[in-house]
Nanobody, 123 residues
Framework: QVQLVESGGDSVQAGGSLRLSCGIS????????MGWFRQAPGKEREAVAI???????NTADSVKGRFTISKDNVKNTLYLQMNSLKPEDTAMYYC?????????????????WGQGTQVTVSS
């Protein structure tokens, strides 16, 4: 059974940093794409950053230069380092995994989801 468990969300002031973690268990596919998505109240879920099994990454324009996705294959953990946070980054953040290495920024392409972790940035 695949489980994704996010942690690290918090309330911070603008300009601050957070590191989100996603513990992955039961996911045994060697070809995959994983990513971080976010959803603010009343808005659509959007991709923040993705990484595939070849280590290729893609980052949304809105967070480029501020957020970095990485994966520790030994610890089976996905990370999102978030710097220079802005109030518009406030959202529930989810990690997700899809089978196959195709890079896809659409949330509909992902097979497994975590429960989410809340990030709130105040001005």
């Amino acid at each position: 059974q695949v489980q994704l468990v996010e942690s690290g969300g918090d309330s911070v002031q603008a300009g601050g940093s957070l590191r989100l973690s996603c513990g992955i268990s039961g996911f045994t596919y060697t070809s995959y794409c994983m990513g971080w998505f976010r959803q603010a109240p009343g808005k659509e879920r959007e991709a923040v950053a993705i990484i595939n099994s070849h280590g290729r990454t893609n980052t949304a324009d809105s967070v480029k230069g501020r957020f970095t996705i990485s994966k520790d294959n030994v610890k089976n953990t996905l990370y999102l380092q978030m710097n220079s946070l802005k109030p518009e980054d406030t959202a529930m953040y989810y990690c997700a995994a899809s089978i196959g290495g195709t890079m896809n920024m659409g949330w509909y392409a992902y097979d497994y989801w975590g429960q989410g972790t809340q990030v709130t940035v105040s001005s």
